[in-house]
């Protein structure tokens, strides 16, 4: 005879061995690549972002980003790395910056790209164009030579990417005339107005 409360320890016990079995099956997928199978990233065009009623007017109300420039102080300027490894967290950083502040046509992006990514800058450029085309933005190249020798080997390899370092010459990079930006990662996801810092 078997008793009910037996079988619900054994379930139990059942369970919880193989509990292990089932998070290892689950890290044993393939990493997921940024580029498709079909060459392509896949990304959606996202919605036009436009100003609320409270936000002040730049540039003589172009909207758009129409004759937006990067030397213009009366915007917010963000800057963040693109490469095609991070793309995706990229894409989505951008994303939630422009959703949820107030006023996303008075921001500026400055992107980051490394010289030598798989992927040009070029096309780095044309696909946040094509994802965000009433963005304002500009892409710069950061040549990966000026710190490549001098990152030490570390236990982490993303700290080994020369991309990671560009924050520090952001005032080297970026156009002389900006005075002020803020740096996010592109890692970071914003669930409140980018004003507000």
Do not use: W
Not at 7 to 33: E, N
Not at 63 to 69: E, L
Not at 77 to 83: E, F, G, K, N
């Amino acid at each position: 005879m078997v008793l009910p409360g037996s079988i619900t320890a054994v379930a139990f016990l059942l369970i919880t061995l193989s509990a292990p079995l089932i998070c290892l099956g689950i890290r044993s997928f393939p990493a997921r690549t940024e580029l498709g199978s079909d060459g392509s990233f896949g990304f959606a065009e996202a919605p036009e972002y436009r100003n609320g009623v409270d936000c002040p007017v730049v540039n003589g109300g172009s909207g758009k980003g129409v004759g937006t420039t990067s030397c213009d102080a009366s915007l917010v300027h963000v800057a963040m790395t693109l490469d095609s490894e991070y793309l995706h967290r990229s894409m989505a950083a951008v994303r939630s910056v422009l959703r949820h502040t107030s006023c996303p046509e008075n921001l500026f992006f400055h992107l980051i790209a490394a010289e030598f990514d798989p992927v040009s800058p070029r096309v780095l450029t044309q696909l946040v164009r094509s994802t965000f085309p009433s963005l304002s933005f500009k892409v710069y190249i950061f040549r990966e030579d000026t710190v490549l020798n001098l990152i030490s080997s570390s236990i982490r390899t993303a700290l080994e990417n020369p991309l990671n370092y560009a924050r520090n010459y952001l005032g080297d990079i970026l156009d002389p005339c900006v005075d002020r930006v803020i740096y996010l990662d592109s890692d970071i996801v914003l669930v409140d107005d980018i004003y507000k810092l």
